[in-house]
């Protein structure tokens, strides 16, 4: 697996301590993804009355048949997310970066994204009808914009970072089009969307601890670096 910060290193993968931490990382990172995302999925398929196109993902969160998967999806995902965000940290502070710069990058990455996960489960915790449950969605929103701006500029000499700088870039888009009245809907549902998939994204293909490299068999570890991330 790439190391976290991007640099160069002596070996060809960095230790097999090292190695595993970072696989240890993307996997929780998957199941915080599956569990987001598939609770969203199953409360939609559970809410026969829910649209895409007036309704907030969150309505789903205070409707009898739907709260409790999208509920209970949000914070689990978060949790898990959480310990991703931990995991990263973890395998950032086992000297493999540049510099001092790109040591406090990082942490400031995985310090964003820690608060990220926090906000997503507040979501869950907090629903549609509880006063934190809007700063709790504007937080997690913003958050991973930053993530997303964080980890690209870090990282901007390589394919990955520079599509990680597109989503910041995308994601503000999405929300500035929806403000001007670009979007044909009137419910924050669509809009909601593509950042979450763009996370999901970013944990399994284009972030710093991929989870497709994470899953790949050990041997191809040994053989060297394959990607760019």
């Known amino acids: 697996m790439p190391p976290l910060l991007g640099g160069d290193r002596s070996d060809s993968g960095g230790s097999a301590g090292d190695r595993e931490i970072e ?68 395998a950032e502070t086992s000297g493999r970066g540049d510099g001092t710069m790109e040591r406090v990058g990082g942490a400031v990455r995985t310090l964003l994204l820690a608060l990220s996960m926090v906000a997503m489960a507040g979501v869950g915790v907090f629903d549609l009808t509880e006063p934190l449950h809007g700063p709790a969605a ?10 997303f701006a964080v980890d690209g500029w870090l990282r901007r000499d390589r394919t990955t970072g520079r599509v990680a700088l597109a989503f910041a870039v995308a994601h503000v888009a ?35 601890a991929p989870v497709v490299e994470a899953v790949r068999p050990r041997q191809s570890a040994s053989q060297g670096p394959t990607d760019e991330h």
Request: aromatic share 12%.
């Open 174 to 208: 999405v929300w500035a089009t929806f403000a001007a009245g670009w979007w044909p809907v009137t419910g924050l549902a669509l809009p909601e969307l593509p950042g979450a998939l763009m996370l999901a994204a970013w944990v399994w293909v284009v972030g710093p």
């Open 23 to 90: 696989r240890v990382a993307a996997l929780l990172g998957a199941a915080a993804t599956l569990l987001a995302l598939g609770g969203i999925a199953l409360a939609v398929s559970l809410d026969p009355t829910f649209s895409w196109t007036t309704d907030a993902l969150s309505d789903l969160g205070v409707r009898e048949r739907s709260a409790a998967a999208f509920n209970r999806g949000l914070i689990g995902g978060g949790a898990v997310g959480a310990c991703y965000a931990a995991g990263l940290a973890f």
């Open 138 to 147: 504007v937080g997690f929103y913003g958050l991973i914009t930053l993530v």
